[in-house]
Nanobody, 121 residues
Framework: QVQLVESGGGLVQPGGTLRLSCAAS????????MGWYRQAPGKERELAAR???????IYTESVKGRFTISRDNGKNTVYLQMNSLKPEDTAVYYC???????????????WGQGTQVTVSS
């Protein structure tokens, strides 16, 4: 079993800053990728940012230049630095990790519980 625990969400004004953290624990042999997805009410969940172990990073176009994803591999933790926040960023943010729990080619995706980010005046 693998557990992902997010923290750092909250209420901020437009232009504000938040830093999300997600720590993975449990049966982990290796982590191939970690990322952040977000879902606003009534909308589909979408990728916000993703980083693989080798360092490749992908952002959704709407957050480029404002969000920065990073990993601390030793702590199995991923961060999302969110600057210049906009009301459109309001959503529940979910941590995701692609994990190998043993020395095999089997990879499973795990999800955190989600943390609320609200950007409003």
């Amino acid at each position: 079993q693998v557990q992902l625990v997010e923290s750092g969400g909250g209420l901020v004004q437009p232009g504000g800053t938040l830093r999300l953290s997600c720590a993975a624990s449990g049966s982990i042999f290796s982590i191939d990728a970690m990322g952040w997805y977000r879902q606003a009410p009534g909308k589909e969940r979408e990728l916000a940012a993703r980083i693989i172990t080798g360092g490749a990073i992908i952002y959704t176009e709407s957050v480029k230049g404002r969000f920065t994803i990073s990993r601390d591999n030793g702590k199995n933790t991923v961060y999302l630095q969110m600057n210049s926040l906009k009301p459109e960023d309001t959503a529940v943010y979910y941590c995701n990790a692609v994990v190998r729990s043993s020395n095999s080619n089997v990879r499973l995706a795990y999800w955190g519980q989600g943390t609320q980010v609200t950007v409003s005046s």
